[in-house]
């Protein structure tokens, strides 16, 4: 039988006609790299799903890199002093190929504060054989001496209309039979994470038909189960849906759905104060989450907090 293939792959941009740039700002400069046929070591920031790792490799095939000058690291597997030294920076040092070699390294916002000093170091000693491409959601993770050697470019959450577009685009060509509400129920569950939305299109189509986020029997309709629950103020309620259908790799994801679905709670679609300090307690639980060894803990913390703030109301 043969092995479906995944959509967030089929429908990747391959270059750049087909990828969608932040503004036309964001387009000039990644062509004029492209034209001078050099690039400053890179930081690509913003929020997961957003097309970073997509301008990476594009912006990389654009140059002409060849396939034996390139390293791709997950920092978040390879953290450590040691892989710094011991892989890294050899590989940053020995003569190109081409013109130059490129590290592209995901994650880096997971790389150890010891190792982001050590490649500190290979940033100025390999500057002339070797340019960096790094990828990471949390700017403020990594250190000032890292930050001032590189030229960031942020990421944004695309206009919801223009993901509704696209993923109307990728059903059609799919041809998959889709209810608009489904539709717009998976696209609010994981928005803004456009890798995550599509990864769940393909797993809720069956035969050739977008199964209703009730029907599908996954797990993504918790996020709106979270909300009726935070309506009851129902935190028994809560706490079991955490254990029990939460996957630790959906907490942070969580912080921002809340925020963009503050309007299904009655009290901050009413009272704009209400929602300031719902808001308020959303922030102080994503800066706990970015440092806690215990993110459920620290999610149950912020939802209390939010309940506390809507019973006032």
Known sequence: ???????????????????????????????????????????LCGIQGSGKTTLARILINELGIDDMDILEINASDKTGVDY?????????ESFPIGRYKVIHLEEFDHMSQAAQAMLRVVLEEAADTCRFICTCNYVNK?????????????????????????????????????????????????????????????????DGKLLSPKDSGGGGDFKFQLIDLLKACDIRGIRKLLASSVPQDEIEGMYEFLYQNLTLLEP???????????????ADGLRAHATTAFPYITMEATLIKMMLVLAEA
């Open 1 to 43: 039988m043969a092995v479906k293939q995944l959509w967030v792959e089929k429908y990747r941009p391959k270059n750049l006609d087909e990828y969608v740039f932040q503004d036309s700002n964001q387009r000039s400069q990644i062509e004029r790299m492209i034209k001078d046929g050099d690039i400053p070591h890179l930081l």
């Open 84 to 92: 710094i030294r011991d892989t890294i920076l050899g590989f940053a």
């Open 142 to 206: 990594i250190i000032p001496a890292i930050r001032s050697r590189m030229q960031d470019i942020h990421f944004k959450a695309p206009k919801d209309d223009e993901v509704v577009v696209k993923m109307i685009e990728m059903l059609d060509a799919e041809k998959v039979d889709f209810d608009p509400d489904a539709l717009f129920s998976y696209i609010k569950q994981a928005y803004p994470d456009i890798r995550k939305i599509i990864n769940n299109l393909q797993l809720n189509t069956v």
């Open 268 to 282: 901050c679609k009413k009272n704009s104060a209400i929602a300031d300090r719902v808001i308020l307690s959303i």
